[in-house]
């Protein structure tokens, strides 16, 4: 049973430009959350989805976006990218009443 | 809004002894999940335990275990028997569960451990 995978492994990007992030949640599970880890610091919290829906969102712009397919995974896009979206992005799945398990991450370098 | 503290940027600790890694929380919830999670040079986050606020029996995972103290807000982790494997960052993180979909995880800025053989 493969846990949570997440693509691209590293990614390099210019200032201004978009991304996209991918998250294949653990099987069994249907909720999929977003988190932001600066280098050095703790994950935050950027949403959550459920049944293709946003559920939760924390302190993140409009520029942070997302999306849950009918087969449960997950992506996150973020527009006009800043320097500061540099981080490591964590993707954790769970089923509604259990914990999260995290992926291994997608490094954004920003330049 | 729920806030985490773990106060001590970093730790070491001769291997085979024991060491204790603390962590604050302030919440007006009365019903709650902490956990601590460890993340070692591999980035993959792993969850090494989990306290329900309800149990007042503190919870234990072979080496690992909790010591929850509700009315303080405290949280702390000790680890026994310390390995050369347990280093690593490790992050105290406090979940308020919601009815539906799981509620986020909020998290401390984490403390790195270094065990030294």
């Known amino acids: 049973d493969a846990g949570v995978t997440q693509s691209p492994t590293h990614l390099i990007k210019t200032r201004g430009q978009q991304v996209t992030l991918r998250c294949s949640p653990k099987s069994g599970h249907d909720t999929v959350s977003w988190y932001q880890q600066a280098l050095g610091q703790g994950p935050q919290f950027i949403f959550q989805y459920y049944e293709e829906e946003e559920r939760q969102r924390g302190n993140f712009p409009d520029r942070f976006s997302g999306h849950q397919f009918p087969n449960y995974s997950s992506e996150l896009n973020v527009n006009a990218l800043l320097l500061g979206d540099s981080a490591l992005y964590l993707c954790?799945?769970?089923?509604?009443?259990?914990?999260?398990?995290f992926g291994p991450g997608t490094r954004l370098t920003v330049t | 809004a729920q806030t985490v503290t773990q106060s001590q940027p970093e730790m070491s600790v001769q291997e085979a002894e024991t060491v204790t890694l603390s962590c604050t929380y302030d919440?007006?919830?009365?019903?709650?999940?902490l956990f601590w999670y460890k993340q070692p040079p591999s980035r993959q986050m792993i969850l090494v335990i989990r306290?329900?606020?309800?149990?007042?029996q503190n919870a234990t995972e072979n080496r690992f275990s909790v010591n929850f103290q509700k009315a303080a807000k405290s949280f702390s982790l000790k680890i026994s028997d310390s390995q050369l494997g347990d280093t690593a960052m490790y992050f105290c993180?406090?979940?308020?569960?919601?009815?539906?979909?799981?509620?986020?995880?909020?998290f401390g800025k984490g403390i790195t451990l270094s065990v030294r053989p």
């Open positions: 306290q329900e606020a309800y149990k007042q």
């Open positions: 954790a799945s769970s089923s509604r009443a259990g914990e999260q398990y």
């Open positions: 993180a406090f979940m308020k569960p919601n009815t539906g979909a799981n509620s986020k995880l909020t």
């Open positions: 919440t007006s919830e009365n019903n709650y999940y």
